[in-house]
């Protein structure tokens, strides 16, 4: 390996950090993962200042420059940015090199996962965009509080953290700048560097080198574009026309359109003032016209038994945000009948009762994508967009029409429940809106920013259903039951596989899906029955042996390595039977907070428990405590494609049945 043009294998720099490998070159200098002897091998990033000035004078002045960029990166303590360790100078073949060493951030950018999706045809949904947004504007309130802005805005330059899945903001544009004052200041004849990335930096700051908040919010704009439509700046800007026309790649809600436009606009003073007023945008509906809406007075809710061994209860979930309120009411339009002073009592109870009866007809024609809505108990139930997204409403534009009309052919053709779907979408919808609880949208114009808003979760619910679960699975959803799980942990068992396991592969699915929603006590609600929808397909792939394997050690030999590559929030299950007293060694090689590992007893009880359960642990050995079928499951808590290996050992090797132990156990 090289450094800087000279071998650094087996050398530390400054006495101190080791070089692992090289992450990335640019005209500016290199960037390394390296290992800090003095503080336990804690894994850091060196980024080396090479300016391309070759006389004394301009590498005094870069030395003096850079060394103010590191007094400013000193100063910021934020959680999602990368803490600054210090500036280290080093002498290496007569030439002196300039460090900045901050700390390691483990993930994959968005520019990765982006491409991991569009080799599977997708990309970031809405919501998601929108929780990336909600997450990483607070960065920018406080760089740009403390007066600095990074300049450099893009998805390479933004890491999902794999420890709690918040987005970080890394490599600051301050190196560039640098490099540029000292050509300039030095009179060297190298054309300098812009400042920003084309495409992503607006042109006052590629044109004329005016940098502010704004340029760093528009180029986070079409970092979101970027991640919501799969493609490059330079395909969604017509740098002729000067003009975006990205709307004909992607149909996104009327809120986050009027937000994202603003946010590109040409002018600086069009654009949103800080990082805090898009925030407030963003979460505040209240911004649009706000409809007149019609208190609700019944609660229909979905309810559901629950198992002694909870469903649900498994993988903390990649994200921190904080988690809607628990279940949904279902609002139902209810008007009053006009009872004048001056009617007889008689007619007016006659009229009262006609009321009731129109009012309870009209809501049993309501269908939010095109069907009638009625309860297992034939009780009619409401949505927060009560009669309003019936595709043919003549109140509706032809475009409105369109969009409603799409939504009802694609649920049929994906075999979904509408009751179903509108009960998910309403839980979601006022998640999303918790001050509209209890309220119904009308066909007014002054609801259309809302029922779009209804829409498109309803929408991105479908896609999520399309992708990951399996024809049968989304025609079961709105009917799944305590009675399902019971018959679930029945055709596990016969494969000597518990519900615990079976839950593992079905929480870590689950988390990565709706990671806002995995830490509550969802079985219950309308997103439960997603959770049994993955549960039903996992069953079916442990019966197929597509998420289980057996291992069997070969004569003679106590271990086995097993090398294998989970999908975001998939797992994997090995079953292994061994007898009572021998001694058995886990080493599962993975990141850090990557995976949860359990490892399962045949027949656990109070006296003798499971041996590991969702653990971040990669590492187990002991004595084991029964005979029997052991369960080892590892799943993935990554936002992106995870290998890893798994090393089992174990003495005095049992490798085959034998004896009553080694049939199928009732497990819990």
Sequence with gaps: MTLGGMDSSNQLLGSRYRILRELGRGGFGYTYLAEDINRFNELCVLKEFFPQVNDEAGLQKAKQLFEREADVLYQLNHPQIPRFRELLRVQTNYQGRIFLVQDYVEGP??????????????????????????QILPVFDYLHGVGVVHRDVAPDNLIQRNSDGLPVLIDFGGVKQLATAVQQQVGATTVPTRLGKVGYAPEEQLEAGQVSPSADLYALAVTALVLLTGQSPDV??????????????????????????????????????????????????????????????????????????????????????????????????????????????????????????????????????????LSNSGDVETSAGEETNEPSNPSFSTEEQARKNDLKQRRDALQINNQFLVKLTDQ????????????????RPEDADLRAEWDSISNEVL????????????????????????????????????SRALYDLTDAKFAYLYPQNAAQDFIDQPIGQIWHGLAYDRVQAIESGERREEIQFGSGEFGQSLRDRLDAGEGRIYTINLSEGQFMRLNLQAPPQSTRLSVYVPNPTDEIPVLLEDSSDRTWSGQLPQSGYYEIVVVSTQNAPLDYALDVSADNVTSTPSGPEASPEDKD
């Design 428 to 443: 979601l919808f006022f998640a999303q809106f918790p001050q509209m609880q209890g309220q119904a949208l009308s066909d």
């Design 236 to 373: 969604l800007y017509d740098r002729y026309t000067k003009q975006w026309h990205w709307q004909q790649y992607v149909s996104l809600s009327p809120r986050l359109t009027k937000l994202l436009n603003r946010m590109l606009a040409p002018r600086v003073g069009d654009r949103y003032s800080s990082a805090s007023a898009i925030s407030k945008a963003l979460s505040n509906p209240d911004t649009y016209a706000t409809p007149t809406y019609i208190p609700n007075n019944t609660n229909h809710n979905y309810v559901e038994p629950t198992v002694a061994v909870a469903p649900g209860r498994g993988v903390t979930p990649p994200s921190t945000i904080a988690a809607p309120p628990g279940s949904a009411p279902k609002p139902s339009k209810k008007r009053s009948a006009n009872t004048n002073g001056c009617w007889q009592a008689l007619l007016g109870l006659f009229l009262l009762i006609g009321s009731i009866s129109l009012v309870w007809w009209l809501a049993s024609r309501w269908d939010p994508t095109g069907s009638t809505t």
């Design 109 to 134: 950018t968005y520019q990765e996962l982006l491409e991991t999706r569009l080799t599977s045809g997708s990309c970031f949904s809405e919501s998601e965009v929108i929780r990336m947004l909600q």
């Design 463 to 498: 896609t999520v259903l399309e992708n990951n679960l399996s024809t049968e699975a989304r025609k079961r959803l709105g009917s799944f039951s305590a009675a399902d799980r019971d018959r679930w942990r029945q055709q596990v068992n016969q494969h000597f596989v518990g």
